[in-house]
């Protein structure tokens, strides 16, 4: 439904504040983010799990991997402190963002 672009723009911001209030492993990212957006985002497993690599680099991210009976082994993610300060950042922005567009799109007759 949404470019590649949109989404490939927006994903960091996504999955940080998904790992905000606990940590998931990548394949509930990305369920919750097509539950959550109602199926008009998706993000292919081969395409997330680079955005969570991306995420990690600079350290925005930490993963733990977990063994639980009868599951596969998985790696859970959480947002370091740093991450935690580049989300806050990212939602000013985007939020500032999305007021410059709203703006300009409210002017029909300018």
């Given at each position: 439904m949404?470019?590649?672009e949109m989404k490939k723009g927006s994903s960091e911001?996504?999955?940080l504040s998904l790992l905000e209030?606990?940590?998931r492993h990548?394949?509930?990212i990305g369920k919750l983010i097509e539950v959550r957006s109602?199926?008009?985002l998706t993000f292919a497993l081969p395409t997330l799990y680079p955005t969570l690599l991306r995420l990690a680099n600079p350290g925005w991210i930490r993963?733990?991997?977990v063994e639980k009976a009868a599951e596969p082994r998985r790696c859970f993610y959480r947002p370091t402190p740093e991450g935690r300060r580049v989300l806050a950042e990212q939602r000013r922005t985007w939020q500032d963002?999305?007021?410059a567009v709203h703006a300009v799109?409210?002017?029909s007759n300018a």
């Amino acid at each position: 439904m949404f470019s590649a672009e949109m989404k490939k723009g927006s994903s960091e911001m996504l999955i940080l504040s998904l790992l905000e209030d606990r940590a998931r492993h990548g394949y509930e990212i990305g369920k919750l983010i097509e539950v959550r957006s109602g199926g008009r985002l998706t993000f292919a497993l081969p395409t997330l799990y680079p955005t969570l690599l991306r995420l990690a680099n600079p350290g925005w991210i930490r993963g733990r991997w977990v063994e639980k009976a009868a599951e596969p082994r998985r790696c859970f993610y959480r947002p370091t402190p740093e991450g935690r300060r580049v989300l806050a950042e990212q939602r000013r922005t985007w939020q500032d963002f999305i007021a410059a567009v709203h703006a300009v799109m409210a002017t029909s007759n300018a």
